[in-house]
């Protein structure tokens, strides 16, 4: 099956910083998203994006499909920008079925 | 528009009950799916259904674990005999059926086992 790695694991930032998160991904996809979760456990969407860029206020997220990666771009990052950062693909059978990385924990500091 | 519901938010049983989670997905939305959260790890595909019908539930255990999605009402994730390997959060997600790859998710269930 597909694998994703996601990269760095860990991420501390002092707010106002910006960031970069990636995930690699084995074989080819469908569909590529990109969810938070937050401290409290919640998931939200952030990005659906397949190929191409998409910019959502201080989020941006580039995919390359032929090169089979994803990146997230966190500018001037606050506090509530904390929390886990998934990656997650369909593979090309199109069963639905999401394949999620491990997660990126990010911690923004004050 | 509400987004996807599920219910109960937090659920304790005692080892050997029964545990039943439910999903209301978005409105429009016909394709539903399951996913577990375990204690520090990441999210792991069980079920995707739609209507009536069972479309791949390679993620379930083979014992214990079923679900449905009726013709009527919500999705239900049901699991007998619980045990305390069971203590996760549960994840239900939908999607329209025009765009089945992206889809969006519920606040979770989180199961206590004790």
């Known amino acids: 099956g597909i694998q994703v790695e996601q990269s760095p694991p860990d991420l501390i930032l002092q707010e106002g910083a910006n960031s970069t998160l990636r995930c690699n991904f084995s074989?080819?996809?469908?569909?590529l998203q990109w969810f938070h979760q937050n401290p409290w456990g919640q998931l939200i969407n952030l990005f659906y994006?397949?190929?191409g860029t998409k910019q959502n206020g201080r989020l941006s997220a580039t995919t390359v499909a032929t090169e089979r990666y994803s990146l997230l771009y966190i500018s001037s990052s606050q506090t509530t920008d904390s929390g886990v950062y998934f990656c997650?693909?369909?593979?090309?059978?199109?069963?639905?079925?999401?394949?999620f990385g491990q997660g990126t924990t990010l911690q923004v500091k004050p | 528009n509400a987004g996807v519901m599920q219910n109960p938010r937090h659920l304790v049983r005692r080892r050997g009950q029964e545990a039943r989670l439910r999903c209301s997905p978005m409105k429009g939305h016909s394709h539903v799916y399951w996913y577990r959260q375990l204690p520090e790890e990441g999210l792991k595909f069980m079920v995707y259904l739609q209507k009536e019908n069972i479309i791949d539930e390679s993620g379930m255990p083979k014992e214990r674990f079923s679900a449905e999605f009726p013709k009527e009402g919500p999705s239900i994730l049901r699991i007998q005999q619980v045990v305390r390997g069971d203590s996760a959060a549960y994840f239900c997600?939908?999607?329209?059926?025009?765009?089945?790859?992206?889809?969006?998710f519920g606040p979770g269930t989180r199961l206590t086992v004790t």
């Open positions: 997650a693909v369909t593979g090309s059978s199109n069963t639905g079925k999401l394949i």
């Open positions: 994006i397949p190929s």
């Open positions: 074989d080819s996809v469908n569909n």
């Open positions: 997600a939908s999607s329209p059926p025009t765009r089945i790859n992206e889809q969006y």
